[in-house]
């Protein structure tokens, strides 16, 4: 069975840090661009980062530039979002999803094979 399995939230302060990480089984994870997704509550899941499956390429939503970064290591199979200077308005559910396909509009849900089950992450004074 494929499984991706995000962990890592919690509930930090402002100006805070987390780091989440995405445990993948079940499916060929060096074959797979990943990507970060989130939701508010009452928002629409929008995208947050992604890498390409041989990290050489990395993309950020504006709102999170020079502020998360995203990682994977392959002999793990698993990714990361470092997240810093965390703001309430990072306040989310954050999904961790997988695409075999190279050539992807990387923020868009329906692009991506499988996701994740979501872990909270809670910025608040």
């Known amino acids: 069975d494929v499984q991706l399995q995000a962990s890592g939230g919690g509930s930090v302060q402002p100006g805070g840090s987390l780091r989440l990480s995405c445990e993948t089984s079940?499916?060929?994870?060096?074959?797979?661009?990943i990507a970060w997704f989130r939701q508010a509550p009452g928002k629409e899941r929008e995208p947050v980062s992604y890498?390409?499956?041989?990290?050489?390429?990395?993309y950020y939503a504006d709102s999170v530039k020079g502020r998360f970064t995203i990682s994977r290591d392959n002999a793990k199979d698993t990714a990361y979002l470092q997240m810093n200077i965390l703001q309430p308005e990072d306040t989310a559910v954050y999904y961790c999803?997988?695409?075999?396909?190279?050539?992807?509009?990387?923020?868009?849900?329906?692009?991506?094979?499988?996701w994740g089950q979501g872990t909270l992450v809670t910025v608040s004074s």
């Open positions: 890498i390409s499956k041989g990290a050489g390429r990395t």
């Open positions: 079940g499916f060929t994870f060096d074959d797979y661009g």
């Open positions: 999803a997988a695409t075999s396909n190279s050539r992807i509009l990387w923020g868009i849900p329906v692009e991506y094979e499988y």
